[in-house]
Every structure is written in structure tokens, then in C-alpha cells.
């Protein structure tokens, strides 16, 4: 609001304050941006192709950094001890593959249907929503941390639970 002295009457600014404008603007994007690359897939180390068929067993058995604590506060496992997760549940399977090769994103949707029980398709690279809107399927990203437990090297494979072990079969493509 402006009043101009002696006039003794305000008028209304009609124009927008361009510095929030540019402040709002760039807030805009950034949100926008944000929300967009939520659904991208950014691994440290990207699985190469499989360049043959090949299966590997994985030992997931490791070395606890800290103790294993029930609801009441017991102590169900201790840090320093040896502890494999397969001993206590059933792992769903994985399929993992390139979410940006339409080819192994049909080899998936194939291969999903020779699986009993649980199955879930990650993807190594692109956008899970793009994926999931262009194919109309459900798929997921593969973090660091599950390439590293999983010893994902090579894509497209599979993992999938035999005892206390995982097996991961990769497939040359």
C-alpha cells in the first residue's frame, strides 16, 4: 500500500513483488525436481550385463555390530555374534533388471510368473514410476546396501531363497 503525501489517499501496488515471485518460482522447481528424482534409481556401482548365464550361492551370514533386541528389551542376539537372517525368515524373491531396457522389463513380467510365493521386480536404473506407469507393474529400487548383502554384480538375475543361502542366477540378455 502506497500513500502519497498531501493526497491523503492509499492506493492498492498492483504489481507482484518480483523478488518473491523468483523466490516462489524456484521453490516451485526445486519441489518439483525433488519429487520427480525420488523415483530415480542412483546406485554407487552399477551391475554390468550379464555377459552368460551364471549362478552363484551367497552365505549371508555376518557379524553383528550390535545386540539384537526383543519388544521387552531381552537381548536375542548379541554383537560380535555370527547370525544369518535365513535362519528366521523366508526371503521374498527378486527379480532385478535394467528399468530402462523395455526387453528385460518383458523378460521380468515372464519370469515373475515361474516364481511361487512372494516376487518383487527392482530395478538398477531409470524411474520406478515410469516404469510402473508405461508397464502397469509394480516395481522397486535396488539401494546400495541390497546390491552389496545380495552380491549384485550383473544384471538381469534373479535371487531367490534355498535354506540358509541365496541363490542368484543372472541371465545373459
Known amino acids: 500500500m502506497i500513500i502519497y503525501q498531501g493526497d491523503g489517499q492509499s492506493y492498492e501496488i498492483s504489481e507482484k513483488d518480483k523478488t518473491k515471485e523468483v523466490v516462489e518460482l524456484t521453490k516451485s522447481y526445486i519441489g518439483n525436481k525433488k519429487s520427480e528424482d525420488r523415483y530415480k534409481v542412483k546406485l554407487k556401482n552399477t551391475p554390468l550385463k550379464a555377459d552368460r548365464n551364471r549362478s552363484k550361492r551367497v552365505d549371508v551370514t555376518h557379524t553383528l555390530k550390535e545386540n539384537i533386541v526383543g519388544k521387552n528389551g531381552e537381548i536375542l542376539r548379541r554383537a560380535g555374534d555370527k547370525y544369518n537372517p535365513l535362519e528366521n525368515v523366508t526371503m521374498t524373491n527378486l527379480i532385478i533388471i535394467d528399468g530402462e531396457s523395455a526387453d528385460q522389463i518383458e523378460w521380468a513380467t515372464e519370469k515373475e510368473k515361474e516364481f511361487s510365493g512372494n516376487t518383487k521386480i527392482l530395478i538398477v536404473s531409470g524411474s520406478t514410476k515410469d516404469v510402473t506407469e508405461h508397464y502397469g507393474i509394480r516395481v522397486y529400487r ?13 544384471i538381469p538375475c534373479t535371487v531367490s531363497q534355498d535354506g540358509k543361502e541365496l541363490v542368484v542366477n543372472e541371465y545373459i540378455f
Do not use: N, V
Not at 539401494?143 to 550383473?154: L, P, S, Y
Open 142 to 154: 535396488l539401494r546400495d546396501d541390497m546390491q552389496e548383502f545380495f552380491k549384485i554384480t550383473h
